[in-house]
Each structure stands twice: as C-alpha cells, then as structure tokens.
C-alpha cells in the first residue's frame, strides 16, 4: 500500500492488492463490506486516519467482547456480576 504522492490517500485498488500481497485471500464480498465502510464516499480512495480508527475501534472492541465474555464465564450463578470468590 503506497501514498506516492503523500495525500493521506491510497487507491482501494492498492489497498486491495497490499491484502494479496502479504498471503490474505480477501473475499469480494468481504473486500466490498471493508470498502464501503473505509469509503463511504465511493470515491475509490481510502483515507489513512481513518483506516487507522477502524483498525483501533475493531482492537477495541473484540478485547472488550474478549472481556465481557470472561466476565461471563466468571458469573457463575447469573446474576449479572461477579464476587470475589467467583474470581
């Protein structure tokens, strides 16, 4: 994934082709979800600020899922919270 000319842009193209290159088979579908998402204004260009918050949000988000589910696990009679006992 190249910016060559230092917009902050790079070409879903590009973008596409740095999936291939590093040995992720990318679906179409799934690129074409990605792409939407990264380019809303189907301008057929990916903005790096904002592939870099939606690489962060989706960390955040599965450590946070990574944690309500061992919260879970630890509620062991349901009740919505844990004692220290059950930790």
């Given at each position: ?37 990264l380019?809303?204004q ?26 309500t ?19």
């Open positions: 994934m190249r910016d060559q000319q230092k917009t902050g842009l790079v070409s879903c193209h590009d973008f596409l082709t740095s999936f291939e290159l590093s040995g992720m088979n990318v679906l179409p579908r799934e690129f074409e979800e990605l792409q939407s998402e380019d809303p189907k301008s057929g260009r990916i903005n790096y600020e904002t592939f870099l918050t939606s690489v962060f949000m989706t960390q955040m988000f599965l450590k946070e899922l990574n944690l589910n061992v919260l879970r696990q630890m509620d062991t009679d349901n009740k919505g919270g844990i004692t220290i006992r059950q930790m």
